[in-house]
């Protein structure tokens, strides 16, 4: 962080006046007074000219010593209008250039966090199948899930016979291409499949097992059997999960500020896990780009909660 130098904020004590060369808020004691230098640097005698501003006048009275005249501590001491709008404007201006140094420094740290620490948190699902659990069209606008094993929360369930038509594709009555998701989820114990709105993604409602692309306007009356909907298997396949993982588990993070190159650190922290706690494993990041990298589950755990710091300093 860049560091300025303020120069003088406050007044600056110099005893006695002697003649020599007094700078911008020296104050001196003369003549039963107190003043102020109010310009860059003078050599001349204060009373004498517009350099210097009398503070503390003591003329009615004789100060007890000098560290009074200084302090202003006697009584019956008066300070005239000049030297009132003197400190009043020192002090103005002092706060203004502290405030203005705080609010710098403010940007700094709020710069440091945004861009050269950029902080955040995701969640990684790992789940799949093992084998089987393929979709299929139906009729009547049905989709089939067949028979099978897939992983989630950690463990292995089984589809032990054909889902048949549990999955009814909701009509697209807009005019445009729309696409939704088929997943097997479990609650309760009992093992079901389900679909997602129109644009939704599975997230941590289960495993997905494909997408389905319906066209502008396909509805039951005009497509009963879904001929006109594309089905892509988009299932993660592990066959020997957990004992081999061919494709780990992972989660894009997008950076919200562009890195000038992909020279920064990536720190993690794994907040919570749904498993056992051998079965956490670690998390890597692997793939910076400038604008961003992937996280890396290389346990067998699910619903892993990432927090994350990419770093770039001392560059």
Same mark, same amino acid.
Request: net charge neutral; aromatic share 8%; glycine share 12%.
């Given at each position: ?9 406050? #007044?600056?004590?110099?005893? $006695? ?9 020296? $104050? ?10 109010? $310009? ?8 004498? +000219? ?19 005249? @200084?302090?202003?501590?006697?009584? +019956?001491? $008066? ?6 709008? #003197? ?29 050269? /620490? ?13 084998? &089987? ?7 009547a606008r049905e989709i089939d899930v067949s028979?099978?094993? #897939?992983? /989630?929360? +950690? ?9 048949? +038509? ?42 997905? @097992? ?6 502008? &306007? ?5 497509? !009963? ?5 594309? @089905? ?9 999960? !957990?004992? @081999? ?47 961003? #990298? ?19 300093? &001392?560059?």
């Amino acid at each position: 962080m860049p560091t300025t130098n303020l120069g003088r904020i406050g #007044f600056v004590l110099r005893g $006695v006046w002697s003649a020599g060369t007094y700078k911008f808020l020296d $104050v001196v004691y003369r003549n039963n007074a107190t003043w102020g230098c109010s $310009v860059a640097t003078t050599t001349a005698t204060p009373g004498v +000219g517009t350099d210097w501003v009398k503070l503390v006048d003591g003329s009615a009275l004789t100060f007890a010593s000098e560290s009074d005249a @200084l302090a202003g501590s006697s009584d +019956g001491v $008066v300070m005239s209008p000049l030297a009132s709008s #003197f400190l009043a404007n020192i002090l103005a201006g002092s706060a203004s250039m502290a405030m203005d140094m705080a609010g710098l420094a403010n940007r700094e740290i709020a710069r440091l966090r945004s861009y050269y /620490m950029q902080q955040g948190q995701v969640v990684i699902y790992n789940r799949g199948v093992k084998s &089987g659990c393929a979709a299929s069209k139906s009729t009547a606008r049905e989709i089939d899930v067949s028979a099978g094993r #897939f992983f /989630m929360s +950690g463990r292995i369930y089984e589809v032990p016979a054909l889902l048949d +038509g549990t999955v009814t594709v909701p009509d697209n009555s807009t005019g445009a291409v729309a696409t939704c998701r088929v997943f097997l989820t479990v609650s309760g114990g009992i093992i079901s499949a389900g679909i997602t709105g129109f644009g939704a993604t599975v997230g941590g409602a289960g495993v997905e @097992l494909c997408s389905l692309t319906l066209p502008a &306007g396909n509805t039951a009356a005009t497509d !009963p059997d879904l001929g006109s909907v594309t @089905l892509t298997n988009t299932r993660r396949v592990e066959a020997d999960w !957990p004992g @081999l993982i061919l494709a780990a588990a992972s989660e894009s993070v997008a950076l919200t500020n562009i890195y000038p190159d992909n020279s920064y650190e990536v720190d993690v922290d794994i907040v919570s896990a749904v498993g056992g706690r051998d079965q956490v494993g670690q998390v890597v990041a692997e793939g910076r780009l400038r604008n961003g #990298f992937v996280l890396y589950a290389t346990g067998t755990a699910d619903v892993i909660t990432v927090k994350y710091t990419a770093t770039r300093l &001392g560059r």
